[in-house]
């Protein structure tokens, strides 16, 4: 996994802005730490930073191609491609010599043959960026469900891009402006496709490939959810899903680096990592190491609330002892959550407020800095709710029949609004009911379907495509950010479109079909699994409950109210602030409690970092 980088311009010779060049690479150093790169042309600059997984020796990037004695074309990119040593025996067929092992090459040789259609040949999760010297041509590829980020910036005689904003915003061209529309995407977890928060900036869209030349800038879909009747039977239908996920955990635990699994102790990592334990030991490689995470003493005051009906820790020890992998815990203390040199990293990984996430990032960003410190790559379960149809909102008839996307409906939706403490006239000249409405009918509008569809398999449809098209993506970028921020790559088997194609068209009625969240992926992984994981009911990513993190909050918060400097003052109604600073403490602490001091806290942090100018 990497970073990368680059510039376009048909009006300036980029040979003699090295510095710039550099400057924006190395703000993907984190990305890449193990090694970086740059290549300029006379009207690009393109830059790289490593993180080695395959061919450690080889694969360095920039990577260019030459014939006769010329480049021809210059790749840089970031992921994995899975299915790259039979593309490269493909290519082998059709005449081409590779130098290295590494799927980089793969992916330059498979442009050089194919051209542009050489993304319908890829399995993986990439974002990369091609320039083709023969037609002064930049070509930047986002794989099909989003994984890996890549944002573009047009400029009047070219591009910038990168894997995070903040390559971008490091070229003097890229202003530091937010508009209503980007507060608002950061304030609503709605997330629009293409859809940036700086001004001027877009997001490739997942599955979505974008050209930049002399005539101007491109964009093209290659790939998209469509609907399509499913043939299959039940029992046919589980069958295929456990003959892919086999396939794809294989391919996935493929890696010169050590390996190991993101462990829950719910289905889906569960489920993964039972699959990989099993590969492995087919292959004759070893135990699967394993990591989990909670918070000191959380497990034994741990207590259930809307989204958490149990503690994680018992269903881990089940799955570990089950799959006989080699698992360690990772222990949390509350308050280090809240510590600001902790809260500055996790900022400077985002790039945006830790908004609606709360301790999530915090807590993450601590998992994956421990794990990185043992392994260099980690699989992981997210998605399978979005695709099989793990939360409880799927189930709850009133979020189903709710005019707005169902994670946002109900009580669910106080878990993901930060807006308590915001000001009045802010909000409502920001209109956010107006732009969710609008948002959710712009979901609508994308959503495929079949004339055949019955209303209730119409209706689940549509929900099912809104979380594979906008929930996952929040929920990619945060693992991705907090994952690449300590060098770990994090791969995720569900997200394998071969089987989001599959399981998207798969009845509703199947999906559910023993009347439990997720029916179709745990009969396909029974046989792997204890019968606790089987029986256990959705939980998410663990929060702490501990007051002493409300209290570091709150701390954070009186020095924001107190200092008429504080750059998110004039957003925050201060009345409401200090009366919830009044609020006394409880027995636990719930994140719906802290949603308004995590985006009060943010706001001042991310505008204070990023000197971000507010054009409302």
């Known amino acids: 996994m990497c970073g990368i980088a680059g ?6 010779d980029l040979r003699e802005q090295r510095a710039i060049a550099e400057a924006m690479t190395e703000t993907m150093a984190l990305r890449g730490p193990d090694a970086g790169g740059l290549w300029l042309d006379q009207h690009v600059a393109l830059g790289h930073r490593r993180l080695s997984i395959i061919d450690l020796e080889g694969g360095s990037q920039p990577m260019a191609a030459e014939r006769d004695g010329r480049s021809v074309a210059c790749l840089v990119y970031t992921g994995e491609v899975y299915n790259f040593r039979e593309l490269r025996a493909e290519l082998q067929g059709l005449g081409h010599a590779f130098r290295t092992r590494s799927d980089t090459e793969v992916v330059l040789h498979a442009y050089l043959q194919w051209g542009e259609a050489m993304v319908d040949r890829l399995n993986g999760m990439y974002a990369f960026a091609i320039w083709d010297t023969r037609e ?3 070509l930047l590829v986002r794989d099909r469900m989003g994984v890996k980020p890549l944002y573009y910036y047009p400029l009047p005689d070219g591009a910038l891009f990168g894997s995070e904003p903040k390559a971008i915003l490091a070229h003097p061209q890229a202003k530091r402006r937010v508009t209503a529309d980007g507060l608002r995407e950061m304030l609503d977890l709605v ?37 399509r009747e499913h043939a299959d039977d039940l029992p046919a239908t589980i069958r295929r899903v456990r003959e892919l996920l086999d396939d794809i955990v294989e391919r996935q635990i493929v890696a010169d680096v050590p390996l190991c699994s993101l462990l829950s102790g719910g289905l889906d990592s569960s489920a993964i ?28 005051d741990f207590e259930a609330d809307f989204l958490r009906g149990s503690s994680d820790a018992p269903f881990v020890r089940d799955l570990a002892a089950h799959a006989g992998t080699e698992h360690r815990e990772i222990l949390l203390q509350s308050r280090e959550l809240a510590d600001p040199a902790l809260r500055a990293a996790v900022l400077g990984a985002q790039d945006l407020p830790p908004a609606y996430w709360g301790d999530m990032l915090p807590s993450l960003y601590k998992l994956f800095e421990a794990i990185r410190a043992q392994s260099t790559v980690a699989l992981s379960g997210e998605s399978a709710d979005e695709l099989f149809g793990g939360y409880r909102w799927f189930h709850d ?6 005019d707005t996307f169902p994670w946002l409906a109900g009580t669910s939706g106080s878990f993901f609004d930060g807006r308590s403490l915001l000001a009045p006239e802010l909000l409502n000249r920001l209109d956010m009911a107006g732009f969710r409405r609008d948002s959710y009918a712009q979901a609508l509008a994308e ?34 950010r907090m994952s690449m921020a300590v060098g770990l790559e994090v791969r995720v088997p569900f997200c394998d479109h071969r089987l989001v194609e599959y399981v998207f068209n798969a009845p509703w009625s199947m999906k559910h079909f023993d009347g439990r969240e997720k029916s179709l992926l745990r009969a396909a992984c029974r046989d792997a699994l204890p019968e606790s994981i089987l029986q256990r009911v959705k939980s998410p990513y663990p929060a702490t409950q501990d007051p002493a993190y409300e209290k570091a909050l709150r701390e954070g918060l009186i020095r924001v109210l107190d ?31 802290r949603a308004g001091l995590e985006m009060a806290l943010g706001l001042d942090e991310w505008l204070r970092h990023h000197q971000a100018a507010l054009d409302l």
Request: proline share 6%.
């Open 136 to 138: 002064e041509r930049l």
């Open 7 to 12: 510039w376009v311009s048909f009006e300036r």
């Open 397 to 402: 008839d009133s979020a189903i029949a709710a």
């Open 563 to 593: 200092d008429a400097r504080s750059p998110a003052l004039p957003l925050l109604d201060k009345t409401a602030a200090w009366k919830l600073l009044d609020r006394p403490f409880g027995k636990t602490s719930a994140p719906p409690e």
């Open 447 to 480: 959503t495929p379907r079949l004339a055949s569809d019955t209303p209730k398999e119409r209706r689940m449809r549509e929900i099912s495509h809104m979380h594979l098209t906008r929930l996952v993506q929040a929920l990619l970028d945060r693992k991705d």
């Open 191 to 227: 997330k629009t496709p293409e859809a940036a928060v700086f001004a001027g900036m877009h997001e490739v869209r997942p599955g979505q490939a974008v050209s930049v030349d002399r005539r101007g800038l491109r964009k093209r879909r290659y790939w998209q959810l469509e609907a």
């Open 273 to 300: 990592t039972a699959l990989a334990a099993i590969s492995m030991r087919r292959q004759g490689k070893g135990a699967v190491r394993s990591f989990s995470v909670d918070f000191v003493k959380h497990g034994t």
